[in-house]
């Protein structure tokens, strides 16, 4: 992972907990209306790293092309602003944004079941126990800071260290996943969705 893609992401989990927070103090139309300028932000910012991705790339084909030659500078510029003038990312079918968009599903529906929850007393506890897992499948011991692996699967922070430390071919702990890959911890992610649950659930 390069350090533009680490500073993406340090971006991108700031507009998760900013949502998070938006679902978690807001209601109604107040919140739809701040999740929708949110992510309008979260779609700008793809919109830039698209264009700067496609940028980069028009450039090294152009200096590929003219090569060294100076002479051609002038004629090189002019075609470089003319192909980034029409650069158009189809922003919609950008995974990352759907990505974003069902992690804020996600945080709205565990709030929804925090709601009905309060509502209904304590008989729903088992049942919202079983939807959401708290639970560190190494240490079996609650999560505070949970990451989450590529199959879905997430572990306390400080234990899957530990574990990939003791062996770096470490496959995800959780009977029955289908996940065969070693765990890479470059490709683990905080897990925001269920940070922000565990939060708002204390113990
Ligand atoms: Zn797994």
């Known amino acids: 992972m ?64 003219y090569g060294e030659d100076e002479s051609n500078l002038q004629q090189m510029l002019e075609e470089y602003k003319q192909q980034v003038s029409q650069i158009n990312p189809d922003v919609i079918g950008l995974k990352h944004l759907q990505e974003y968009d069902k992690k804020v599903e996600a945080l709205l529906q565990a709030m929804a079941e925090n709601d009905q929850l309060q509502n209904n007393g304590d008989e729903d506890i088992e049942l919202m126990q079983g939807t959401v897992n708290v639970i560190d499948p190494i240490t079996k011991k609650r999560m505070v800071d949970p990451m989450k692996n590529t199959c879905g699967h997430s572990y306390e922070r400080e234990s899957i260290i530990a574990l990939l430390k003791s062996n770096k071919k470490m496959k995800c702990p959780v009977p029955g996943c289908r996940n065969k890959n070693s765990i890479e911890f470059s490709q683990l992610q905080p897990d925001i969705v269920l940070k922000t649950y565990l939060s708002q659930h204390p113990n």
């Open 2 to 65: 390069n350090t533009i893609r680490e500073k993406f992401n340090i971006i991108d989990e700031s507009f998760l907990k900013t949502a998070a927070n938006v679902i978690r103090f807001f209601e109604n139309e107040e919140r739809e209306e701040m999740l929708q300028k949110l992510r309008m932000a979260v779609e700008n910012r793809y919109i830039a790293d698209i264009k700067l991705q496609k940028a980069e790339q028009i450039s090294e084909t152009l200096s590929a092309q």
